[in-house]
């Protein structure tokens, strides 16, 4: 996991391993700018799932499956458990979104396993000076992810729940404490309104921070393991403290990526459960007060 | 680190990523997996069938060796009796046929002895002629005493 530039002090090393490679569409704005590595890199793992997937699908068969169909149909079936167990109603979109979200959130904590050095430096060659490969540690993909999640659960609340707009607006004022007499309702919309807003406002947030946390934080980790032979020059690995700090190097990383496997899959799979969850929270009313 | 378009980029391959899971990918790969339930689930089934209906065969089976069994010991009397009934005739045909040569043998032993017990009277009938004949020195008109002698060889 040696760098490959040599020279520059740790602190450059980690500023230059949390930057994006950004591309401004509009001159001076700092808005109209794209992380070009997050979008490339998610839209590579978006098409490397759904062409496995789709491979897949053309060739499924209720016969004897093949190993990788076994494979597929096995993550499809713990999916399908899982939404199955939580949510209550019935949609052609929620298991769907549940298993796009798992594997591709899971592909995208995936790159985080990647030895650090190796893809950018790949990319340096191409004349691309740096990039972040993962996308789960940029805000944009996971607020971009988790907003839309909730814009379904808004698309669903209004599809499948048909509620009239007058209903829906006035679920905000009505829960959660509800009243029987009509000042009773005046003095508690205030309150209520402001929960509804809350709650709504943290669900997407804490959705996407939740993954960007963890993501965020154990490529720091990486990075700052990857820090300890930074400065090396060739010769410095063949050193008695070189072979040291080396060795030491590779067992940290090698641990520290282990334990990373569960908290991707962990993350992948808490950030599917939570957008089911927030679903089947809308499918639910709340007409039984 | 900033909120950038980024994020809706990222939105809106969110959405096309979803729409085509939910059409080309999803239903596919459940349908299968479903079908495959329900052949599993029909085979499981004929299998159940199919042990009952292999109990029933064996039943059947079983009372068909029965009847088999109760059958060919019926035809196993009755042919013994057949035998018994055969052997009897036989013997007591040749019963019969014993005792008819026996009796044609008696008969022909009889008349043997009748004819030789004939012959002897009428030679001792000769004998007597002749030995009257030179007793009275007469000759006797055989012709006139045949009655006579016929019933002389009667009495012997």
């Known amino acids: 996991m040696a760098s490959g530039e040599s020279g520059g002090s740790a602190g450059d090393y980690i500023s230059h391993h949390l930057v994006n490679n950004t591309q401004e569409l509009v001159e001076g704005s700092s808005f109209w700018t794209i992380n070009a590595d997050s979008v490339f890199y998610t839209i590579l793992l978006a098409v490397i799932y759904l062409l496995f997937f ?69 990319g340096t060659l191409m004349g691309i000076e740096y990039m972040k490969i993962v996308p789960s540690t940029d805000l944009n993909i996971v607020f971009g992810m988790s907003f839309g999640v909730m814009l379904l659960v808004f698309y669903y609340s209004f599809t499948v729940k048909k509620p009239t707009i007058l209903g829906y607006l006035r679920e905000f004022v009505t829960h959660p404490f509800a009243a029987k007499g009509w000042l009773g309702k005046i003095l508690l919309a205030g309150p209520n309104l402001f929960l509804n807003l809350v709650e709504t406002l943290a669900k997407p947030v804490s959705l996407s921070l939740r993954l960007f946390g963890n993501m965020y934080a154990g490529e720091l980790i990486f990075i700052l393991i990857a820090v300890l032979t930074v400065n090396y020059t060739f010769s410095d690995f063949f050193t008695a403290g070189g072979i040291m700090v080396s060795v030491m190097q590779f067992i940290l990383a090698f641990v520290w990526a282990v334990f990373h496997i569960l908290i991707i899959t962990l993350q992948a799979y808490i950030f599917m459960m939570l957008s089911v969850v927030y679903m089947n929270m809308a499918h639910e009313t709340h007409e039984d007060h | 680190m900033s909120i950038n378009a980024t994020l809706i980029i990222q939105m809106l391959v969110f959405f096309a990523v979803i729409w085509i899971t939910m059409k080309y990918i999803w239903p596919v790969i459940l349908g299968a997996m479903q079908e495959r339930e329900q052949k599993i689930a029909d085979g499981l089934a004929a299998g159940d069938r199919a042990e009952k209906e292999l109990d029933r065969a064996k039943a059947k089976v079983d009372t068909l060796i029965i009847e088999a069994k109760e059958q060919a010991g019926q035809i196993k009397d009755q042919a013994n009796q057949v035998a018994n009934k055969v052997k009897d005739q036989a013997k007591s045909d040749a019963l019969a046929e014993k005792e008819r040569q026996l009796a044609a043998a008696e008969a022909e032993i009889e008349q043997q002895v009748n004819r030789a017990r004939e012959q002897l009277r009428q030679q001792v009938s000769a004998l007597a002629v002749a030995g009257a004949e030179k007793l009275i020195s007469k000759e006797v008109d055989a012709k006139k005493h045949a009655q ?6 009667a009495e012997i």
């Not at chain 1, 491979?55 to 004897?64: D, E, I, L, M, P």
């Not at chain 1, 899982?82 to 959130?105: C, E, H, R, Y």
């Open chain 1, 54 to 122: 789709r491979s897949v699908a053309k060739k499924a068969t209720s016969g004897v499956p093949s190993k990788t169909q076994n494979f597929v149909e096995m993550i499809l079936g713990f999916v399908n458990t899982q939404v199955n167990d939580v949510f209550t109603g019935s949609s052609k979109l929620v298991a769907p979104m549940a298993l796009s979200i798992f594997i591709w959130v899971w592909l995208m904590n995936f790159m985080d396993l990647m030895p650090i050095d190796l893809i950018p430096w790949l």
């Open chain 2, 148 to 153: 006579l002698l016929d019933e002389l060889i």
